[in-house]
């Protein structure tokens, strides 16, 4: 089974700053298998990025995704206020989801 | 737009089976175009993914549920359901249903939260 292990755990960083959240794979992946996720306070995760690199219908461009192998990163660009929220990315393969163990961001 | 509603008891005794229910609306659970998924989320913890089902009927679980799990659709009702057998405080949790393009869940529920309690 693979296992994504996500960092840093918390990230503290202020508006119109970078963040760059990381996801590292137990073993080598498929860049197709790896999808982040968004989850505000209170509400269901919302599908981020997947294939890696590929947003989602309607996320901004500030959300870019990255990475091959066992490295993966999501990287905001320009943080608002509403990027408050865990981050999360997810493996699928072996007709099975596992999930990294999140990473929170916070806005200062 | 698709959009996806869990429904079911918000309490359920230890040892009994939780039971849930997706309601969805926007699209056709029997269409072939996507799987349908459980996922669940203990408060303050990350996310699990349950297991899902397919219009074919065709079901995979998470390995580690798979003893107690079992995911069914209904096509006429346009829903997809969960059991989950001999709970116990572990289980109490926020439960997700979402729809499954294979690699990635694109659309969510609100999510419905269940406790295991006496």
């Known amino acids: 089974e693979i296992v994504l292990t996500q960092s840093p755990g918390t990230l503290s960083l202020s508006p119109g700053e970078r963040a760059t959240l990381s996801c590292r794979a137990s073993?080598?992946?498929?860049?197709?298998?790896l999808v982040w996720y968004q989850q505000r306070l209170g509400q269901a995760p919302r599908l981020l990025i997947y294939?890696?690199?590929t947003r989602a219908t309607g996320i901004p461009d500030r959300f870019s995704g990255s990475g091959s192998g066992t490295e993966f990163t999501l990287t905001i660009s320009r943080l608002e206020p509403e990027d408050v929220a865990v981050y999360y990315c997810?493996?699928?393969?072996?007709?099975?989801?596992?999930f990294g163990q999140g990473a929170k961001l916070e806005i200062k | 737009q698709v959009q996806l509603q869990e429904s079911g008891p918000g309490l359920v005794k230890p040892s009994q089976t939780l039971s849930l229910t997706c309601s969805v609306s926007?699209?056709?659970?029997?269409?072939?175009?996507?799987?349908w998924s459980w996922v669940r989320q203990p408060a303050g913890k990350g996310l699990e993914w349950i297991g899902r089902?397919?219009?074919?009927?065709?079901?995979n679980y998470n390995p580690s549920l798979e003893s107690r799990v079992t995911i069914s659709m209904d096509t006429s009702k346009n829903q997809f359901s969960l059991n989950l057998t001999s709970v116990t405080a572990a289980d109490t949790a926020v439960y997700y249903c979402?729809?499954?393009?294979?690699?990635?869940?694109?659309?969510w529920g609100q999510g419905t939260t269940v406790t295991v309690s006496s």
């Open positions: 979402a729809r499954d393009r294979v690699i990635r869940m694109d659309v």
């Open positions: 926007g699209a056709s659970v029997s269409s072939g175009s996507y799987y």
């Open positions: 089902v397919y219009s074919s009927g065709t079901t």
């Open positions: 073993q080598s992946i498929s860049a197709n298998s």
């Open positions: 294939a890696a690199s």
């Open positions: 997810q493996h699928y393969g072996n007709s099975m989801f596992t």
